[in-house]
Nanobody, 127 residues
């Protein structure tokens, strides 16, 4: 089965850190741009970060810039999201997905262009 499996979420106090993992199953992610997304209850899905395949360039949403770091390990077929200085507004279900067309990240790409959405991992930040 082709999918992503996200893990690493949990309950953390404001100012704390978590490291999310996104492992690909059934395909090799090294050829694709990989994005992290999140969705809080009652809110729209938000693109958080992306890492390109070609040059590993990255981008971040303004709301997480300077606090989150995306990385990838193609040998482990995984992408990670290190989240520091967490805030209550970071509380959400976090997902990853792959852009099967482009190797470089395209900010604002329609969600329908992303593939292999996993079940997500819940991050809850208590204030």
């Amino acid at each position: 089965q082709v999918q992503f499996v996200e893990s690493g979420g949990g309950l953390v106090q404001s100012g704390g850190s978590l490291r999310l993992s996104c492992e690909a199953s059934g395909f090799f992610l090294e050829y694709y741009a990989i994005g992290w997304f999140r969705q809080a209850p009652g809110k729209e899905r938000e693109e958080v970060s992306c890492i390109s395949s070609s040059d590993r360039s990255t981008y971040y949403a303004e709301s997480v810039k300077g606090r989150f770091t995306i990385s990838r390990d193609n040998v482990k077929n995984s992408v990670y999201l290190q989240m520091n200085s967490l805030k209550s507004e970071d509380t959400a279900l976090y997902f990853c997905a792959a852009d099967l067309v482009r190797r470089a990240c395209v900010y604002g790409l329609d969600f329908s262009q992303w593939n292999y959405w996993g079940q997500g991992t819940q991050v809850t930040v208590s204030s």
